[in-house]
C-alpha cells in the first residue's frame, strides 16, 4: 500500500488491543484521494483525561513552519498552546499508536510526534494545510527528513460544544464537532504529477467557551534517518 487509509467496509473495528471503535461516518471520492473519516469511541475517556493530564502543565505556545525560512515560529494563525510527545515516551501513548498503526496500515516508525494541543477561549487555527509545498525551497530541508506527509489522525479529547469545529470549506463545507474519544483521519498523498492533493484545506473553528483539546499525529513518506520525525 503507497498510502495510508481506513478500510470502511467494516462498521464496527476491533484493534489490536482488543478496543472497539466504530466508523461514524466518512467520505471517498472514487479516486485515491481524499479520504475521511470519523471514528466513534477510538479512545477510551479515561484515556482522553490522561493525555490531559500528562500534557497540562509542559504546554508552550504552538508554532507554525514559515514557508519563506522553514523556521518554526508562533503566528497569529495558529492561537492554542501544545506539547509534542515521543510515542514511547509513555504507556499509553505506545498503545494509541499501535491502534492508528493497525487502523491506517501504515508503520508506526513514519508518525511524527503526538503533539497534544489545548484551545482556550478565542484559539483557533485558521485554513491550512497540513502537507508541504515541495515548489517551497524553505521546505526542503523538512522533505528531506521524513518526506511529505500523507495523513493526520486527529483525537478529540473533550467535548466542545458548539464551537471548535474542523471544517473543510473544499469538501462541500464538511465540518466535525469535538466529541471526546472520537477521531478523525484524513489523507491527502501526492497526484500522480507529485504535488499534494490540496482538498483537505481545513480550519480549527475559534473556542467561544471553555477549551479544546486535541491530540494530532501526521503519517509520513518514510521513516526519518535519525528515527526522530520531525515535529512541526
Known amino acids: ?60 505556545p504552538a508554532e507554525v513552519v514559515s514557508s519563506k525560512t522553514g523556521d518554526a515560529f508562533v503566528s497569529p494563525a495558529r492561537v492554542a498552546d501544545m506539547v509534542a510527545f515521543d510515542g514511547a515516551e509513555y504507556e499509553l501513548t505506545r498503545r494509541i499508536e499501535a491502534r492508528i498503526e493497525a487502523l491506517t496500515r501504515w508503520p508506526v516508525d513514519r508518525f511524527q510526534d503526538v503533539q497534544i494541543i489545548r484551545y482556550g477561549i478565542g484559539g483557533q487555527y485558521k485554513p491550512h494545510h497540513d502537507c508541504y509545498n515541495p515548489d517551497m525551497p524553505a521546505f526542503q530541508k523538512i522533505l528531506e527528513i521524513n518526506g511529505q506527509r500523507l495523513a493526520t489522525f486527529l483525537m478529540y479529547l473533550n467535548d466542545c460544544p458548539s464551537s471548535g469545529a474542523t471544517a473543510f470549506p473544499r469538501l462541500d463545507g464538511l465540518f466535525v464537532c469535538p466529541q471526546k474519544g472520537n477521531a478523525l483521519f484524513f489523507r491527502y498523498p501526492p497526484n500522480a504529477d507529485g504535488k499534494p492533493d490540496t482538498s483537505c484545506l481545513h480550519a480549527a473553528g475559534p473556542v467561544f467557551e471553555g ?9 509520513c513518506e518514510r521513516q526519518s534517518p535519525t528515527s526522530t520525525p520531525i515535529k512541526f
Open 1 to 60: 500500500m503507497d498510502h495510508p487509509g481506513i478500510d470502511i467496509r467494516e462498521n464496527s473495528i476491533i484493534l489490536p488491543d482488543g478496543h472497539r471503535t466504530r466508523v461514524l461516518t466518512y467520505k471517498t471520492p472514487l479516486g485515491p484521494t481524499p479520504q475521511v473519516v470519523v471514528l466513534e469511541g477510538f479512545l477510551t475517556h479515561a484515556e482522553c483525561d490522561e493525555l490531559i493530564q500528562l500534557a497540562r502543565n509542559r504546554l508552550s
Open 211 to 219: 477549551e479544546k483539546w486535541i491530540a494530532t499525529t501526521w503519517l
